[in-house]
């Protein structure tokens, strides 16, 4: 038998795939038991590096779906952050509680006159006006009286605290500057 390719050469094998005789010479591949052509040497190849090109796109589709995964987790995790960083920056911070030790004159005189104002829309016929909820409101050096009817609320200095005597008059809350 004569080989396809060398038509004057004697063919010394089989190929493996395709049966056609071919020489030595004409033998690409072989692994002792099996002889392939050029032709089939080729085809072969060429499948392979198909299927070798189809597992690298495959690979490649898996890590852009991994990546955008990825960014899609990292964006998500940037919005949280700057949104945070917003609400936080809006917030502002609580007052600072009213200490009386380093209120001015004027400060005092308003807390006092707040605090009488919330008292006096709290209040209604069971609600029971006291010297401690007064004292409450208006602190040092404002001094209070007890009267029978009345309490009276004296300033140490007219001019600086901008009043001289307030009354609240215990039956309706009545609210008097002099």
Request: proline content about 6%; hydrophobic content about 35%; some cysteine.
């Amino acid at each position: 038998m004569k080989c396809v390719n060398h038509p004057g050469v004697e063919a010394d094998f089989t190929c493996s795939i395709c049966r056609r005789p071919i020489c030595s010479a004409c033998e690409l591949d072989s692994d002792g038991e099996k002889h392939i052509c050029i032709s089939c040497t080729g085809k072969q190849y060429q499948k392979e590096n198909v299927e070798k090109l189809q597992q690298a796109e495959m690979m490649r589709e898996e890590r852009k779906q991994l990546l955008s995964r990825k960014a899609k987790i990292i964006l998500a995790a940037v919005f949280f952050i700057i949104s945070t960083v917003i609400y936080v920056s809006t917030i502002e911070p609580p007052p600072e509680p009213f200490n009386p030790d380093t209120a001015t004159a004027s400060e005092i005189t308003e807390y006092c006159m707040m605090a009488l104002e919330d008292i006096a829309m709290m209040y209604d016929e069971r609600t029971i006006l006291s010297r401690s909820t007064i004292e409450q409101a208006c602190v040092r050096p404002l001094t209070i009286y007890e009267e029978s009817d009345r309490f009276i609320i004296v300033s140490p200095d007219p001019v600086t605290y901008e009043f001289n005597k307030m009354t609240i008059t215990r039956k309706d809350i009545y609210l008097e500057i002099e």
